[in-house]
């Protein structure tokens, strides 16, 4: 089990055991900000580059973000993570790693906002735009990507402030790469990232 997944487990098992109930009500104009690890599964077929199958291994990382809450239920939220080094296999060919570091601006939906409720539910759609960077194999250059993005996420309240979070999103990610300035296909990352952390509110 990876680091995300297991923590993201840990959290909603140490909430369901919780004996005291924390009342919670996200409200218009409240600040959050969160931090965590996320485990990120690019999807099994990453397309062809130079005309061999491309694999980009899964991998783990640190994610942060911050948001605000325009209404009750509605709010916007600005994420990032440290870059995650992808290994890259082409063909049976290992040909070295490249960090993708992306970033996501989502607007969030709250069914349980402005209500007393320890436990608040969320889910978000937006855009990613995702940088490539530190290709090992030489010649290699993948393009910078723009793509949608899909959340759905939970948070549990242990005080008024402070929250756990598990996460899991969906983006379409897709980057052009060239090797030695001639164009070999597209990459198609997908990703699937499964987190938990903590949320502050304030």
Not at 23 to 49: C, K, M, N, Q
Request: glycine share 12%; charged share 15%; proline share 3%.
């Amino acid at each position: 089990m990876s680091k995300a997944t297991f923590f993201s487990a840990a959290v909603i098992a140490t909430t369901g055991l919780m004996a005291t109930q924390t009342a919670l009500a996200y409200e218009a104009g409240d600040f959050f900000v969160r931090g965590g690890i996320a485990t990120v599964h690019p999807t099994s077929d990453s397309g062809r580059l130079a005309g061999q199958e491309l694999d980009i291994a899964d991998e783990n990382g640190f994610t942060y973000g911050f948001g605000y809450l325009f209404t009750d239920k509605i709010g916007v939220e600005l994420n990032r993570s440290e870059p995650f080094e992808h290994d890259l296999t082409l063909g049976s060919t290992d040909i070295g790693s490249v960090d993708r570091t992306p970033v996501n601006l989502l607007a969030n939906y709250y069914p349980l906002g402005g209500t007393d409720s320890q436990v608040q539910p969320y889910a978000g759609v937006g855009v990613n735009y995702t940088t490539y960077s530190d290709e090992e194999l030489s010649g290699l250059n993948i393009d910078d990507s723009w793509g949608a993005i899909g959340q759905v996420g939970v948070d549990f309240a242990l005080t008024d402030y402070l929250l756990l979070n598990a996460s899991v999103s969906y983006a379409d990610v897709e980057a052009d790469a060239s090797l030695k300035g001639s164009n070999i296909g597209t990459a198609d990352v997908d990703p699937v990232t499964v987190g938990g952390g903590v949320t502050l509110r304030f």
